[in-house]
């Protein structure tokens, strides 16, 4: 008959467990002043509002220096060369700052999947000792049964 590995007990389990840090929290306190501010354009920038001001933002541009009177026109036909200018700024100066907050976020992201890992390693050895005391319970009920089946 094999011998089966004693489970472990309730002390033992509790002395596994150690206190498992908030990864939101800790991270938030690495941030730099310049990390903040870079998570903070990353997270306004890549919403649909901003796209609807960009959007917006260039419809008024183009259609007022395509319609509006020639002297009240400040970026003529057909160049727009002040609004490709502009455009080109907005989107060379947000492009590395999107990166570091992407970068950030990824952190993040690495951050709570190893704290998540290490809960369910936590949880798996904690019902691997569950199953084993319910089979261990399971035998010794059934070795009841048995006695009493034979007393009948």
Same mark, same amino acid.
């Given at each position: 008959?094999?011998?089966?590995?004693?489970?472990?007990?309730?002390?033992?389990?509790?002395?596994?467990? !150690?206190?498992?840090?908030?990864?939101? +929290?800790? =991270?938030? !306190?690495?941030?730099?002043?310049?990390?903040?501010?870079?998570?903070?354009?990353?997270?306004?920038?890549?919403?649909?509002?901003?796209?609807?001001?960009?959007?917006?933002?260039?419809?008024?541009?183009?259609?007022?220096?395509?319609?509006?009177? +020639?002297?009240?026109?400040?970026?003529?036909?057909?160049?727009? +060369? %002040?609004?490709?200018?502009?455009? &080109? $700024?907005?989107?060379?100066?947000? $492009?590395?700052?999107? $990166?570091?907050?992407? &970068?950030?976020?990824?952190? =993040?992201?690495?951050?709570?999947?190893?704290?998540?890992?290490?809960?369910?390693?936590?949880?798996?050895?904690?019902?691997?000792?569950?199953?084993? =005391?319910?089979? %261990?319970?399971?035998?010794? +009920?059934? !070795?009841? &049964?048995?006695?009493?089946?034979?007393? !009948?």
């Amino acid at each position: 008959m094999e011998k089966q590995k004693s489970p472990m007990t309730l002390d033992e389990l509790k002395k596994l467990r !150690k206190q498992i840090p908030n990864i939101n +929290v800790e =991270h938030r !306190k690495s941030l730099t002043f310049l990390d903040r501010i870079a998570l903070w354009i990353t997270e306004r920038i890549g919403t649909m509002g901003f796209f609807f001001i960009i959007f917006a933002w260039t419809i008024f541009w183009l259609s007022w220096n395509a319609l509006a009177p +020639v002297e009240l026109r400040f970026d003529p036909l057909p160049a727009f +060369v %002040l609004w490709l200018f502009i455009s &080109n $700024m907005i989107q060379i100066l947000l $492009m590395p700052l999107i $990166m570091i907050g992407q &970068n950030l976020q990824g952190r =993040h992201a690495e951050r709570r999947a190893d704290a998540d890992y290490e809960i369910d390693t936590r949880a798996e050895r904690e019902i691997e000792t569950i199953l084993q =005391h319910l089979e %261990l319970l399971n035998e010794k +009920v059934e !070795k009841i &049964n048995r006695r009493l089946d034979e007393r !009948k």
